[in-house]
């Protein structure tokens, strides 16, 4: 009360200030600003800042707070009540002033709306007025039309009449006419007849004629005969008496020659059987000298293998197998091959012998290469290698357990199916498509008789298998899932169940190439869709193509040993290969590695039941399945076609792609399960593992990459791997890499035994010598890592501490010594190197090369001519093998593209057709509107039917 008061009675104070805005910053001016527009607000901010000056709130302050400006409560409330009267006084004109100005805007939207209803009524009255003309017109124009089709009536009527008259004249001059006609030929037929009967007179007379002629000429021709048949009679008795003479004089000269034949090929024979005799006994006597050539080189070759290798020579020796192994009578150990070789010599085991045999602590270079060439000789015959014993007592209890296992997997597969329900897709971006090949799948299986398929049924059946390719690769969820529910699994299999029906002798109805196309469409439905994935494996699809695999692999093993028994066991010149196995390993794999992915690594950090639920059914059937795999041999078969391979692949991509596809599917067999750690080995995976050497897959890496030997051999910097070797060498780290991850001790156990170590240590040095001038991160990461696992709490596998002198892989490459060997290694320091000395000449003696004659020099060079053709027949033989691959690879692109173009013409011809049918539609309409004519009716109709004057004359328009 007090501030209104002051508010009140300081009113010039207030007039100063406009209204005590003194400042936005003070909080009780905001709400007044506040109720201010923007403008207004800028000026009294304006002149509050003018007004303000030092000390004028001070005294305004004395000013306001004197007594004499106090007043009583009654004058304030009398000052208020004024105040508020006034303020009411004010609210009633401002509204009078409002009510007037809504009276006026009333008024003027009275007047606004009077006028637009005027305007409208004049606009109506307007068209009213023109319809009616137009009304007037029309009937006028119909009045016209009318007339004139009366006029046109009558013209019809007279022109009918002068027709109907012409047309009577005309009949009657027809009728002339053909009376006329009836009477002429009536004349003539009677003149034919007559001259018919003329005719027949006189043919009468020639027929008496010609039978008197006729029998005068069979009675000459009867003697005529007569006296022929006797002159042929008189001339055939003198030829036969001829040729019985002839015939006589003929055996006579025969039964001369004949003996004199005999006789000569008598002498010819002996002399040839003489011949070949000396031709057999120096041939005989040339192979002995050149076995025992052979024999000589080979032993030089081993003995100056040894004494290199007794020097502490380290270069990488290249992968080559002995034709006859090696065995160390000091160690009892069999040696394979130039690897085996160095790492047994060098090996701990070895060095402990020697020392044990020379009764000391260090054996000096001359007495170890004289033992080595002492007790290194070549295996007897007779003699069992231990491993091989082990390997034939275990795949005899391996076929034992496949039996139960195979019965298993087909009961439990079998209640899968029976109780599992196919769920109909509704709907999927190509379910037609997938429909249709299918249905041709199997519409070609089930018409199929016995004997290989004709050519058109494997073009036909390739064509849905591409299809089927060509969807499934787009990696849609929905067409995968389409193709299962309508049994594409099922019907695929129908055709891959052809290959148990083959034989040695009976091959397979069906190519390579058909049965690869089945199981690559198989493991593009089960790409990343683990739905499909978990109904292979739960129905037992997964057994039956373990069994398909195991029979094309005892196929190809077939094939791969006849050209190792027509060649050396070292120059096989191509491995066979077979796509459909390829296909097959690529499907087990892909099953294995996407539920890995889906189901067991996700249940090991999740905390969902059902997902625990499902992981635990799939680690089952999955044990089920690895048991089945390494009871049939697939891991043993594996080993065996790996070991063939010595050397880079680049020219043989079926090869390459049968060996991927090995290496990824057992390398997911080791990742999943390596999942769970195992009691003992339930599935005997690690077991074989072992026996098998990790698959051989050290070995064939060591084929791959030094096949030509180490970095000695090789240029300062190294050359760059292809992308097949590059990627053959990533797929072997990475299966060594989840060989550890299963069971470390297997691993250290098999790279570190004699052979496989010295491999490894060459293969590290050399990668990580590649990767210093090429990078490539993956296979560096992976060799680190494999190195890693390889010494990694494993003294044995660990390098000395005294080998700074020599290189090693781990750091900066010291101490080759630790790679060689798997016993208990020695830590003494190896003896200083010391150069070879040249091999010994070999003697060229008359007993050994003795003087050859004519004929085996004459032999020799038929044979090497023979053998010059063989290979240039070869040499085209392969050029006219890869023409026909490239032309197999045109002819796959050309259907591809034709049936691009015919989908393409399809959807052309069903354009053309819409366009068509639409152009039929509106030509029909256009027909209707051309055949509608005005109607002879009253003019009462006429003027009820009829369009208006205007839109008949625009349609007319439209017609023309």
Same mark, same amino acid.
């Given at each position: 009360?007090? *501030?209104?008061?002051?508010?009140?009675?300081?009113?010039?104070?207030?007039?100063?200030?406009?209204?005590?805005?003194?400042?936005?910053?003070?909080?009780?001016?905001?709400?007044?600003?506040?109720? =201010?527009?923007? &403008?207004?607000?800028?000026?009294?901010?304006?002149?509050?800042?003018?007004?303000?000056?030092?000390?004028?709130?001070?005294? $305004?302050?004395?000013?306001?707070?004197?007594?004499?400006?106090?007043?009583?409560?009654?004058?304030?409330? %009398?000052?208020?009540?004024?105040?508020?009267?006034?303020?009411?006084?004010?609210?009633?004109?401002?509204?009078?002033?409002?009510?007037?100005?809504? %009276?006026? =805007?009333?008024?003027?939207?009275?007047?606004?709306?009077? @006028?637009?209803?005027?305007?409208?009524?004049?606009? !109506?009255?307007?068209?009213?007025?023109?319809?009616?003309?137009?009304?007037?017109? !029309? %009937?006028?124009?119909?009045?016209?039309?009318? +007339?004139?089709?009366?006029?046109?009536?009558?013209?019809?009527?007279?022109?009918?009449?002068?027709?109907?008259?012409?047309?009577?004249?005309?009949?009657? @001059?027809? =009728?002339?006419?053909?009376?006329?006609?009836?009477?002429?030929?009536? *004349?003539?037929?009677?003149?034919?007849?007559?001259?018919?009967?003329?005719?027949?007179?006189?043919?009468?007379?020639?027929?008496?004629?010609?039978?008197?002629?006729?029998?005068?000429?069979?009675?000459?021709? &009867?003697?005529?005969?007569?006296?022929?048949?006797?002159?042929?009679?008189?001339?055939?008795?003198?030829?036969?008496?001829?040729?019985?003479?002839? =015939?006589?004089?003929?055996?006579?000269?025969?039964?001369?020659?004949?003996? !004199?034949?005999?006789?000569?090929?008598?002498?010819?024979?002996?002399?040839?059987?003489?011949?070949?005799?000396?031709?057999?006994?120096?041939?005989?006597?040339?192979?002995?000298?050149?076995?025992?050539?052979?024999?000589? $080189?080979?032993?030089?070759?081993?003995?100056?293998?040894?004494?290199?290798?007794?020097?502490?020579?380290?270069?990488?020796?290249?992968?080559?197998?002995?034709? #006859?192994?090696?065995?160390?009578?000091?160690?009892?150990?069999?040696?394979?091959?130039?690897?085996?070789?160095?790492?047994?010599?060098?090996?701990?085991?070895?060095?402990?012998?020697?020392?044990?045999?020379?009764?000391?602590?260090?054996?000096?270079?001359?007495?170890?290469?004289?033992?080595?060439?002492?007790?290194?000789?070549?295996?007897?015959?007779?003699?069992?290698?231990?491993?091989?014993?082990?390997?034939?007592?275990?795949?005899?209890?391996?076929?034992?357990?496949?039996?139960?296992?195979?019965?298993?997997? #087909?009961?439990?597969?079998?209640?899968?199916?029976?109780?599992?329900?196919? +769920?109909?897709?509704?709907?999927?971006?190509?379910?037609?498509?997938?429909?249709?090949?299918?249905?041709?799948?199997?519409?070609?299986?089930?018409?199929?008789?016995?004997?290989?398929?004709?050519?058109?049924?494997?073009?036909?059946?390739?064509?849905?298998?591409?299809?089927?390719?060509?969807?499934?690769?787009?990696?849609?969820?929905?067409?995968?899932?389409?193709?299962?529910?309508?049994?594409?699994?099922?019907?695929? /299999?129908?055709?891959?169940?052809?290959?148990?029906?083959?034989?040695?002798?009976?091959?397979?109805?069906?190519?390579?190439?058909?049965?690869?196309?089945?199981?690559?469409?198989?493991?593009?439905?089960?790409?990343?869709?683990?739905? /499909?994935?978990?109904?292979?494996?739960?129905?037992?699809?997964?057994?039956?193509?373990?069994?398909?695999?195991?029979? !094309?692999?005892?196929?190809?093993?077939?094939?791969?040993?006849?050209?190792?028994?027509?060649?050396?066991?070292?120059? $096989?010149?191509?491995?066979?290969?077979?796509?459909?196995?390829?296909?097959?390993?690529?499907?087990?794999?892909?099953?294995?590695?996407?539920?890995?992915?889906?189901?067991?690594?996700?249940?090991?950090?999740?905390?969902?039941?059902?997902?625990?639920?499902?992981?635990?059914?799939?680690?089952?059937?999955?044990?089920?399945?690895?048991?089945?795999?390494?009871?049939?041999?697939?891991?043993?078969?594996?080993?065996?076609?790996?070991?063939?391979?010595?050397?880079?692949?680049?020219?043989?991509?079926?090869?390459?792609?049968?060996?991927?596809?090995?290496?990824?599917?057992?390398?997911?067999?080791?990742?999943?399960?390596?999942?769970?750690?195992? $009691?003992? *080995?339930?599935?005997?995976?690690?077991?074989?593992?072992?026996?098998?050497?990790?698959?051989?897959?050290?070995?064939?890496?060591?084929?791959?990459?030094?096949?030509?030997?180490?970095?000695?051999?090789?240029?300062?910097?190294?050359?760059?791997?292809?992308?097949?070797?590059?990627?053959? #060498?990533?797929?072997?780290?990475?299966?060594?890499?989840?060989?550890?991850?299963?069971?470390?001790?297997?691993?250290?156990?098999?790279?570190?035994?004699?052979?496989?170590?010295?491999?490894?240590?060459?293969?590290?040095?050399?990668?990580?010598?590649?990767?210093?001038?090429?990078?490539?991160?993956?296979?560096?990461? +992976?060799?680190?890592?494999?190195?890693?696992?390889?010494?990694? +709490?494993?003294?044995?596998?660990?390098?000395?501490?005294?080998?700074?002198?020599?290189?090693?892989?781990?750091? /900066?490459?010291?101490?080759?010594?630790?790679?060689?060997?798997?016993?208990?290694?020695?830590?003494?320091?190896?003896?200083?190197?010391?150069?070879?000395?040249?091999?010994?000449?070999?003697?060229?003696?008359?007993?050994?090369?003795?003087? @050859?004659?004519?004929?085996?020099?004459?032999?020799?060079?038929?044979?090497?001519?023979?053998?010059?053709?063989?290979?240039?027949?070869?040499?085209?033989?392969?050029?006219?093998?890869?023409?026909?691959?490239?032309?197999?690879?045109?002819?796959?692109?050309?259907?591809?593209?034709?049936?691009?173009?015919?989908?393409?013409?399809?959807?052309?011809? @069903?354009?053309?057709?819409?366009?068509?049918?639409?152009?039929?539609?509106?030509?029909?309409?256009?027909?209707?509107?051309?055949?509608?004519?005005?109607?002879?009716?009253?003019?009462?109709?006429?003027?009820?039917?009829?369009?208006?004057?205007?839109?008949?004359?625009?349609?007319?328009?439209?017609?023309?």
């Amino acid at each position: 009360v007090e *501030d209104v008061d002051c508010e009140e009675d300081g009113s010039d104070v207030s007039e100063a200030t406009g209204g005590r805005a003194t400042s936005p910053l003070t909080p009780p001016y905001d709400s007044l600003l506040a109720s =201010l527009s923007w &403008a207004d607000q800028v000026d009294v901010m304006e002149s509050l800042e003018d007004l303000r000056h030092p000390g004028r709130l001070l005294h $305004i302050h004395e000013k306001l707070s004197s007594p004499s400006r106090k007043r009583s409560l009654s004058e304030k409330m %009398k000052r208020y009540e004024e105040k508020l009267a006034k303020a009411q006084e004010l609210r009633e004109k401002l509204m009078l002033a409002k009510t007037d100005k809504l %009276k006026d =805007l009333f008024k003027k939207i009275e007047e606004v709306r009077i @006028d637009k209803e005027l305007l409208l009524d004049e606009k !109506r009255e307007l068209l009213q007025r023109k319809m009616k003309r137009a009304e007037e017109k !029309r %009937k006028q124009y119909l009045q016209e039309i009318v +007339n004139k089709a009366h006029d046109e009536e009558n013209k019809a009527r007279e022109i009918a009449f002068i027709n109907g008259l012409e047309a009577q004249n005309k009949l009657h @001059d027809i =009728l002339q006419q053909h009376q006329s006609l009836e009477s002429r030929l009536a *004349d003539m037929a009677e003149e034919r007849t007559r001259r018919q009967e003329e005719k027949a007179a006189k043919e009468v007379a020639a027929q008496e004629r010609r039978k008197a002629l006729e029998a005068e000429r069979q009675a000459r021709m &009867a003697e005529l005969c007569e006296k022929r048949r006797r002159k042929c009679e008189r001339i055939d008795r003198k030829q036969a008496e001829r040729r019985e003479e002839l =015939l006589e004089q003929a055996r006579e000269k025969a039964r001369d020659r004949e003996e !004199r034949l005999s006789a000569l090929q008598q002498a010819q024979q002996a002399k040839e059987s003489e011949l070949v005799k000396k031709i057999q006994q120096k041939q005989e006597e040339s192979a002995r000298r050149h076995e025992e050539n052979i024999k000589q $080189i080979r032993q030089r070759a081993l003995e100056s293998s040894i004494m290199k290798y007794s020097r502490g020579c380290d270069d990488a020796p290249k992968l080559v197998r002995y034709e #006859t192994k090696k065995l160390c009578t000091l160690c009892n150990s069999l040696i394979t091959s130039e690897v085996y070789l160095l790492s047994h010599l060098r090996g701990p085991c070895h060095q402990e012998a020697l020392k044990a045999l020379h009764q000391s602590d260090s054996v000096s270079l001359e007495d170890s290469e004289t033992y080595n060439l002492k007790h290194i000789i070549d295996a007897p015959a007779n003699i069992d290698d231990p491993q091989v014993t082990r390997d034939k007592e275990r795949q005899k209890a391996l076929k034992r357990r496949c039996k139960k296992l195979r019965t298993r997997m #087909t009961q439990r597969g079998k209640e899968f199916l029976s109780a599992h329900k196919v +769920n109909i897709m509704k709907d999927s971006p190509n379910k037609s498509r997938i429909s249709k090949a299918l249905q041709q799948i199997v519409k070609l299986v089930s018409n199929q008789g016995v004997g290989p398929w004709p050519i058109s049924d494997l073009a036909a059946l390739d064509k849905p298998l591409l299809e089927l390719l060509r969807i499934l690769e787009k990696k849609e969820k929905l067409d995968q899932l389409m193709f299962s529910s309508m049994g594409g699994f099922d019907k695929v /299999n129908s055709v891959l169940k052809l290959i148990l029906d083959s034989n040695e002798q009976r091959p397979c109805v069906l190519p390579a190439k058909s049965l690869s196309n089945c199981g690559r469409v198989i493991s593009r439905a089960c790409r990343d869709n683990v739905d /499909n994935c978990h109904w292979v494996l739960y129905s037992n699809m997964t057994g039956t193509l373990i069994d398909y695999l195991m029979h !094309r692999l005892n196929e190809l093993i077939i094939e791969t040993t006849r050209l190792g028994s027509d060649s050396s066991i070292n120059t $096989i010149v191509s491995l066979p290969c077979d796509a459909a196995c390829g296909a097959m390993l690529e499907v087990l794999a892909e099953v294995i590695e996407v539920l890995y992915t889906k189901y067991m690594k996700p249940a090991l950090t999740t905390d969902d039941q059902s997902l625990r639920e499902k992981a635990e059914m799939t680690w089952i059937r999955l044990q089920d399945m690895v048991s089945y795999c390494v009871s049939v041999g697939i891991a043993d078969k594996v080993s065996w076609y790996f070991s063939y391979i010595q050397g880079p692949l680049d020219n043989d991509p079926g090869v390459v792609d049968i060996t991927l596809s090995a290496m990824a599917m057992v390398s997911s067999l080791a990742k999943a399960l390596s999942v769970r750690s195992l $009691i003992g *080995d339930p599935t005997q995976l690690i077991g074989t593992l072992h026996i098998t050497d990790a698959c051989g897959v050290v070995s064939l890496l060591y084929g791959i990459l030094l096949h030509q030997g180490g970095r000695s051999s090789l240029p300062q910097t190294p050359p760059k791997l292809s992308q097949t070797t590059q990627a053959l #060498t990533v797929a072997a780290t990475t299966l060594l890499h989840n060989l550890a991850s299963l069971d470390l001790a297997m691993y250290q156990g098999v790279l570190g035994s004699e052979g496989i170590s010295l491999e490894l240590r060459h293969i590290a040095s050399y990668l990580l010598w590649y990767c210093s001038y090429w990078p490539c991160e993956e296979i560096l990461h +992976n060799i680190i890592a494999l190195v890693g696992y390889y010494a990694v +709490n494993n003294k044995e596998n660990q390098p000395p501490p005294d080998t700074s002198q020599w290189k090693c892989v781990r750091c /900066n490459m010291p101490g080759v010594n630790v790679w060689h060997g798997c016993a208990r290694r020695s830590h003494a320091t190896p003896p200083e190197r010391a150069p070879l000395p040249p091999p010994p000449p070999i003697a060229a003696t008359s007993s050994l090369r003795p003087t @050859d004659s004519a004929d085996i020099i004459a032999l020799r060079k038929a044979v090497a001519t023979l053998e010059s053709r063989c290979t240039a027949l070869t040499a085209r033989l392969d050029t006219i093998g890869a023409r026909i691959d490239s032309m197999v690879t045109q002819q796959d692109t050309m259907e591809r593209t034709l049936a691009n173009l015919v989908e393409s013409h399809h959807a052309v011809i @069903d354009t053309i057709t819409t366009l068509t049918d639409k152009f039929n539609k509106v030509a029909s309409h256009l027909e209707k509107l051309t055949d509608v004519q005005p109607r002879s009716s009253s003019s009462h109709a006429l003027s009820d039917s009829a369009p208006p004057t205007s839109a008949f004359r625009k349609n007319k328009n439209k017609i023309r």
